[in-house]
């Protein structure tokens, strides 16, 4: 949710280096192959978390692949930033997440 409050805070520009990140550029621009990497590390981070999950038994499924479940959840993140940037207000966004989260596994805390 934080990440939609601060996608919809009036005082966030539009556009942002969050939204233009997310999509592919120019074979030849000079920020191709860095925003490629910031891509790929968030989405690492994000799996060697899932899989500390797992191995800490805390309610990951064991069947879930978290290389893949974190590219779903980076996906997710890129279109709240393309669905405020194009006019989704923050309570459609909210839903969205509530939605979202309800197919979530519940995981315990550490």
Request: hydrophobic share 45%; with cysteine.
């Amino acid at each position: 949710m934080g990440f939609v409050d601060f996608l919809t805070d009036p005082e966030h520009a539009p556009g942002c280096l969050i939204l233009n990140s997310s999509l592919p550029i120019a074979e030849d621009h000079p920020f191709r192959a860095e925003w490629a990497e910031d891509r790929r590390a968030l989405r690492e981070r994000l799996a060697e978390r899932f899989r500390k999950d797992r191995r800490a038994d805390r309610g990951f499924p064991s069947d879930w692949d978290p290389a893949h479940i974190a590219r779903l959840v980076v996906s997710l993140i890129w279109g709240i930033a393309v669905e405020a940037h194009s006019g989704a207000s923050r309570p459609e966004l909210r839903k969205m997440v509530v939605q979202f989260l309800k197919t979530w596994p519940q995981v315990q805390a550490s």
